[in-house]
């Protein structure tokens, strides 16, 4: 098999996890110990902003923080997949 259908078929499969890991949430959840519940502390327009996260929730929460560094580590991958598609494309 080429390398380019290796590649290709490489960028397939990170392009489907990637869309299976879309539920998920940019930021951070922490807990204080003077709050009886937790917090997701984001970014937005440059300001710290934190939500109140109730604790029914928090869980579910931090799975949905976890799924975003993952996303991201995806796309990190599928950039330099893409980059060595193109690269060969162009040969």
Same mark, same amino acid.
């Given at each position: 098999m080429k390398r380019i259908d @290796?590649? *290709?078929?490489?960028?397939?499969? &990170?392009k489907e996890e990637i %869309?299976? +890991? &879309?539920?998920? &949430?940019?930021?951070?959840? /922490? #807990? !204080?110990? !003077?709050?009886?519940?937790? +917090?997701l502390t984001t970014k937005v327009e /440059? #300001?710290? %902003? !934190? &939500?109140?996260v109730r604790k029914d929730i928090a869980r579910k929460a931090k799975e949905m923080t976890g799924r975003h560094n993952k996303v991201r580590? @995806?796309?990190? *991958? @599928? !950039? #330099? %997949? +893409?980059?060595d598609i193109l690269k060969l494309d162009n040969e």
């Open positions: @290796l590649l *290709k078929r490489r960028q397939a499969r &990170l %869309v299976a +890991n &879309l539920d998920l &949430l940019m930021g951070t959840i /922490g #807990k !204080s110990p !003077s709050m009886a519940g937790h +917090n /440059g #300001k710290t %902003v !934190s &939500l109140y580590l @995806l796309i990190q *991958k @599928l !950039s #330099k %997949v +893409n980059w």
